[in-house]
Nanobody
Framework: QVQLVESGGGLVQAGESLRLSCLAS????????MAWYRQPPGKQRESVAA???????NYADSVKGRFTISRDNAKNTVYLQMNSLKPEDTAVYYC????????????WGQGTQVTVSS
């Protein structure tokens, strides 16, 4: 079982930056693929970025060049550095451990609110 706890959300102005953190419990963090999702108001949850155990990353087109996902296996933590934030980045951001080996189901954090004012 994996528990995920996000932190770092808040209210910022357009153009500013935020860094989200997701602390994972358990001893298998280093071999997990980890991801960030977001759910804008009134919309469906969408993928933002993912990072494999070997450090390979991928991003949604809407955040490429502005967001960076990284991980610190010694701290069981995955980060999402968000630069040049836009009002359309406003959403609840969720940390995710996908339901793939060695996990038999997906795990989600409770979410953290990011609000970007224009």
């Amino acid at each position: 079982q994996v528990q995920l706890v996000e932190s770092g959300g808040g209210l910022v102005q357009a153009g500013e930056s935020l860094r989200l953190s997701c602390l994972a419990s358990g001893s298998i963090f280093s071999i997990l693929t980890m991801a960030w999702y977001r759910q804008p108001p009134g919309k469906q949850r969408e993928s933002v970025a993912a990072i494999t155990s070997s450090g390979d990353t991928n991003y949604a087109d809407s955040v490429k060049g502005r967001f960076t996902i990284s991980r610190d296996n010694a701290k069981n933590t995955v980060y999402l550095q968000m630069n040049s934030l836009k009002p359309e980045d406003t959403a609840v951001y969720y940390c995710n451990a996908p339901g793939r080996w060695p996990l038999n189901r997906a795990y989600w954090g409770q979410g953290t609110q990011v609000t970007v004012s224009s």
